[in-house]
């Protein structure tokens, strides 16, 4: 069974308003999340590290007050699109990694937002 | 700075044809390299997972080869299914809590 959840699956907002993805590890802690995006026809790219207790950090690129990132407890990390405009539409996914196995990742199933 | 390389960005192939997906990195210095499918509208599956150390992985009528020295990495699929027809992508990962990085994908597409 899935051992990374994320919510929703898919959304629709308006322009202007904000969303929350919620990424959330089942059944163990996750101390580092991260926080991909998808453009069609384009690879997964990065848009943050996200660590549980402090803030996270961004990539080059992404604005960090448009994409706010909070992991407030070992088991959930959210991203919250703000302000959200058409081209913010995309794919997004989250990854976990499991405890001190570091190389052991988990991905959620992605969260399909479209911006209208 | 890692970089993936996947080609061709799209293939197409009769049912029933054995192939080779094939991934490159420019650094070497990885922990694994991991192969993906996407299905559209889907997240990730993660298909096989090969370590540094390891050579190869099989699962089912899949095959995946490391060969970290020169950078490459090949999927092969024994006798593809319609059902096959999807985006498979590599990703290599470079260190403890550190990220992934992806190529851009091969869009499968498997003909009856």
């Known amino acids: 069974g899935a051992v990374v959840s994320q919510h929703p699956s898919r959304v629709i907002c308006k322009s202007g308003t904000s969303v929350k993805i919620e990424c959330r590890s089942l059944?163990?802690?996750?101390?580092?999340m991260f926080w991909y995006r998808q453009f069609p026809k384009k690879s997964l790219m990065l848009m943050a590290t996200?660590?549980?207790?402090?803030?996270?950090?961004?990539e080059q690129g992404v604005e960090k007050d448009k994409f706010l990132i909070n992991h407030a407890s070992l088991t959930l990390s959210t991203l919250t699109v703000t302000s959200a405009h058409p081209e913010d539409s995309s794919f997004y996914i989250c990854?976990?990694?499991?405890?001190?196995?570091?190389?052991?990742?988990?991905f959620g199933e992605g969260s399909w937002l479209t911006v209208v | 700075k890692q970089e993936v390389t996947q080609i061709p960005a799209a293939l197409s192939v009769p049912e029933g044809e054995n192939l080779v997906l094939n991934c490159s990195f420019t650094?070497?210095?990885?922990?694994?390299l991991q192969w993906f499918r996407q299905d559209p509208g889907k997240g990730l599956t993660s298909l096989l997972l090969?370590?540094?150390?390891?050579r190869e992985q099989t699962s089912g009528r899949l095959n995946a080869s490391l060969d970290k020295s020169s950078g490459r990495s090949t999927l092969y699929i024994a006798a593809s299914q319609p059902g096959d027809s999807a985006t498979y992508l590599c990703?290599?990962?470079?260190?403890?809590?550190?990220?992934?990085?992806f190529g851009k994908g091969i869009t499968l597409s498997v003909r009856p």
């Open positions: 990703a290599v990962y470079t260190g403890a809590n550190s990220k992934l990085t």
């Open positions: 650094d070497s210095a990885i922990y694994n």
């Open positions: 990854s976990a990694h499991r405890g001190n196995s570091g190389n052991t990742i988990y």
């Open positions: 996200s660590n549980e207790g402090s803030k996270a950090t961004y």
């Open positions: 059944d163990f802690q996750a101390t580092t």
């Open positions: 090969i370590q540094s150390s390891q």
